[in-house]
């Protein structure tokens, strides 16, 4: 493998890295199979390059497609414990929808961010090479959300949510209202999820619907692989083994 290869290679997964958080949050810390993943990180691939052909900052839409994901995840999170639905059909609907929403969004399957301005530019402005600008920016965006759901998990609401995908009976008698604490989780998770898409997108040059398809599955082996290699002890090291 070449060195520019291999720079291509954590750049990959540094980005997806962000991806495997939020599938974290679902599947281990609230013992909730959310399929809507699939759906979500095209979403924020969608809302992303529409905003950035729109003449919206690059950073901007970042945070733009985070919200878009939170909200797709909200929908998933409501139709499991307001209408009763079960957790795996409630994902795999909205899922489904997402993949209609996310060709109106783009109008048409695809989008190309040729010429447009991406997260990479103003590094590369700086004088950094091209080919180092993704690893930088990743990197330190990969960081940042690392940071944040380790603070989130030992806030007294991040508690909450570990408790509820824990012991659901016990925190239901504390007082805490569940169904609040599950559209928290899943709507961050599906927010992270649309974050990672968001930066694909930049990275490739393009969004596509079907960019999301295996996200689950590649999410689920991460989480798994890096929970066999480093351990989930603690907090800290399970996001650690999860990216």
């Known amino acids: 493998m070449t ?11 540094l980005v997806y890295g962000i991806m495997v958080i939020g599938v974290y949050l679902t599947f281990r810390i609230l013992d909730f199979p959310d399929l809507t993943v699939d759906g979500s990180l095209p979403l924020g691939a ?11 900052n690059p950073y901007l839409s970042l945070f733009l497609a985070l919200v878009a994901g939170f909200c797709a995840g909200i929908i998933t999170a409501l139709l499991n414990t ?10 795999i609907l909205t899922m489904i929808a997402l993949y209609s929403i996310n060709i109106r969004i783009m109008g048409g399957p695809n989008i190309a961010l040729l010429g ?3 997260v990479f530019d103003p590094i590369v ?3 950094l090479p091209a080919h180092y600008a993704g690893l930088v920016v990743f990197g330190l965006i990969t960081t940042a959300v690392m940071l944040f759901v ?4 030992k806030t007294e609401i991040g508690q909450a949510v570990l408790a509820t995908g824990d012991n659901p009976q016990m925190i239901t008698s504390l007082g805490v209202n569940t169904h609040t604490m599950i559209i928290i989780g899943v709507g961050l998770s599906n927010g992270l999820v649309a974050l990672s898409g968001a930066l ?7 969004a596509d619907v079907g960019m999301g398809i295996g996200t689950i599955i590649a999410g689920l082996a991460s989480v798994i692989v890096g929970e066999t290699i480093f351990g989930s002890s603690s907090i800290t090291r399970a996001v650690i083994a999860a990216v």
């Open 150 to 153: 380790t603070w989130f998990l």
């Open 3 to 13: 060195w520019y290869a291999a720079l291509g290679a954590i750049e990959q997964g």
């Open 116 to 118: 447009s301005e991406t």
């Open 82 to 91: 307001k209408f009763r639905i079960l957790h795996l059909l409630a994902s």
């Open 200 to 206: 694909v997108a930049q990275n490739q040059g393009a």
């Open 125 to 127: 402005r700086w004088g």
């Open 46 to 56: 969608a809302v992303s390059a529409v905003a950035i052909t729109s003449g919206c």
